[in-house]
C-alpha cells in the first residue's frame, strides 16, 4: 500500500493553503471545508495504493528480478495475489465512495486518476518518457481534485509549477534506476540514456524554478497575498531540486531517490523550513 507514499497527496491540500488568504476575507474557510479537502487527500492516498497493489499484482514477476522490489509482500510470496486482489477492491471502492462524500467531480477525477494507472500498469509505462508524462498526470490529478474539494481557481502558475516538478521528480527517478538496475526489468529503461535524462532534469529543474519565480513575482500574486517577499523563497525550492538531482546520481544505493528524499535530512528540513516560510507570508504572519 505504501503509505510513505501518501505523502504525495499533499498536493491535493496545495489549492486550498494559497487560496486561504481570499477564503479567510470572504468568510469561506469552514470546519466542513477543511473536512473535504481532507477527505479529498484520503481517497487519493486509497486510490494511489489500490493502484499500487494492482502494479504489484501485474509486475510480480518482475519484481521478483529485481534487487528491492524482490522484497514487496506479493513479490516474496508474503501476501498472496488472491488477498492482493481482495485488499485492492476494498481500497478501490472506498476511495470512490469517499470521493463521492466530497463531490461528485472528486469522484470523477478519482475514477480518472484509478484509469490512468490501469493504462499505465497494463503498457504506458514501458514507453520511455510516455511512462514520466503518466506519473506527472497523476499530480496534477491530485491538485485538480484538492481544487474542486475547495471550490477554488487553480492559478496558471500553480498548474506550471506541479507538472514541471512532476516531470523532474519521474525523470529524476528514471535516471536512477537506468543506474542501478537491469534494463530488463523496465522495458521503457532500454530507450532512456542518462545524458539525455541530465538534459532534461537540468531544463525542467530550471523551468520549475523559474515558473515559481515569475509566479511570485506576478502582480496579481503580490496584490492577493499583501506581500513582496515571496521571491525570497526561492532558494528553498532550488536547494530541493539540486538535493533531489544529487540523490537521483547516487548509483551506489538501490532505493528510490522519491523514497530517500523523504528520510534525507537535509531535503526534509528545508522542505519543512520552506513550506513554513511560504505559509508565515502568505497568511500575514510576522517572521523573527
Same mark, same amino acid.
Given at each position: 500500500?505504501r503509505?510513505h507514499?501518501?505523502v504525495?497527496?499533499?498536493?491535493?491540500?496545495?489549492?486550498?493553503?494559497?487560496?486561504g488568504p481570499?477564503?479567510?476575507?470572504?468568510?469561506?474557510v469552514?470546519?466542513?471545508?477543511?473536512?473535504?479537502?481532507?477527505?479529498?487527500?484520503?481517497?487519493?492516498?486509497?486510490?494511489?495504493?489500490?493502484?499500487y497493489l494492482?502494479?504489484?499484482?501485474h509486475?510480480?514477476?518482475?519484481?521478483?528480478?529485481?534487487?528491492?522490489?524482490?522484497k514487496?509482500?506479493? $513479490?516474496? !510470496?508474503? %501476501?498472496?495475489?488472491?488477498? +492482493?486482489?481482495?485488499?485492492?477492491g476494498?481500497? &478501490?471502492?472506498? @476511495?470512490?465512495?469517499t470521493g463521492?462524500?466530497?463531490?461528485?467531480?472528486?469522484?470523477?477525477?478519482?475514477?480518472?486518476?484509478?484509469?490512468?494507472?490501469?493504462?499505465?500498469?497494463?503498457g504506458?509505462?514501458?514507453?520511455a518518457?510516455?511512462?514520466?508524462?503518466?506519473i506527472?498526470?497523476g499530480?496534477?490529478?491530485?491538485?485538480?481534485a484538492?481544487?474542486?474539494?475547495?471550490?477554488?481557481?487553480?492559478?496558471?502558475?500553480?498548474?506550471s509549477?506541479?507538472?514541471?516538478?512532476?516531470?523532474f521528480?519521474a525523470?529524476?527517478?528514471?535516471?536512477?534506476?537506468?543506474?542501478t538496475?537491469?534494463?530488463g526489468?523496465?522495458?521503457?529503461?532500454?530507450r532512456?540514456?542518462?545524458?539525455?535524462?541530465?538534459f $532534461?532534469? !537540468?531544463? %525542467?529543474?530550471?523551468?520549475? +524554478?523559474?515558473?515559481y519565480?515569475?509566479y511570485? &513575482?506576478d502582480? @496579481?500574486?503580490?496584490a492577493?497575498?499583501h506581500?513582496?517577499?515571496?521571491?525570497?523563497?526561492?532558494?528553498?525550492g532550488?536547494?530541493?531540486?539540486?538535493?533531489?538531482?544529487?540523490l537521483?546520481?547516487?548509483?551506489?544505493v538501490?532505493?528510490?531517490?522519491?523514497?530517500?528524499?523523504?528520510?534525507?535530512?537535509?531535503?526534509?528540513?528545508?522542505?519543512?523550513?520552506?513550506a513554513a516560510?511560504?505559509v508565515a507570508?502568505i497568511?500575514?504572519?510576522a517572521?523573527?
Amino acid at each position: 500500500m505504501r503509505p510513505h507514499q501518501w505523502v504525495k497527496n499533499a498536493f491535493v491540500v496545495i489549492p486550498a493553503v494559497f487560496a486561504g488568504p481570499d477564503l479567510l476575507a470572504t468568510g469561506q474557510v469552514t470546519t466542513l471545508l477543511a473536512v473535504q479537502v481532507g477527505l479529498a487527500a484520503v481517497a487519493f492516498s486509497l486510490a494511489s495504493s489500490a493502484t499500487y497493489l494492482l502494479n504489484d499484482i501485474h509486475d510480480v514477476e518482475a519484481d521478483r528480478r529485481h534487487p528491492v522490489k524482490c522484497k514487496r509482500p506479493i $513479490a516474496s !510470496g508474503e %501476501l498472496p495475489v488472491r488477498s +492482493a486482489w481482495i485488499l485492492f477492491g476494498v481500497l &478501490l471502492v472506498t @476511495a470512490l465512495g469517499t470521493g463521492a462524500w466530497v463531490r461528485p467531480s472528486v469522484a470523477a477525477i478519482v475514477c480518472g486518476y484509478f484509469a490512468v494507472n490501469v493504462a499505465y500498469s497494463k503498457g504506458l509505462k514501458r514507453l520511455a518518457y510516455v511512462d514520466a508524462v503518466i506519473i506527472a498526470l497523476g499530480f496534477l490529478l491530485r491538485l485538480l481534485a484538492g481544487g474542486e474539494a475547495a471550490q477554488v481557481h487553480l492559478s496558471r502558475w500553480l498548474i506550471s509549477c506541479t507538472v514541471l516538478l512532476a516531470l523532474f521528480l519521474a525523470l529524476g527517478k528514471r535516471k536512477h534506476e537506468v543506474l542501478t538496475t537491469h534494463a530488463g526489468h523496465r522495458k521503457s529503461l532500454e530507450r532512456y540514456r542518462v545524458e539525455h535524462l541530465n538534459f $532534461a532534469l !537540468g531544463v %525542467l529543474a530550471a523551468a520549475t +524554478a523559474g515558473a515559481y519565480l515569475v509566479y511570485t &513575482l506576478d502582480p @496579481a500574486t503580490r496584490a492577493r497575498f499583501h506581500t513582496e517577499s515571496l521571491p525570497l523563497t526561492t532558494p528553498f525550492g532550488v536547494f530541493g531540486l539540486l538535493r533531489f538531482y544529487q540523490l537521483s546520481d547516487d548509483a551506489k544505493v538501490a532505493a528510490s531517490p522519491t523514497d530517500r528524499m523523504l528520510r534525507d535530512p537535509a531535503f526534509v528540513i528545508n522542505a519543512v523550513v520552506g513550506a513554513a516560510v511560504i505559509v508565515a507570508m502568505i497568511y500575514g504572519v510576522a517572521i523573527p
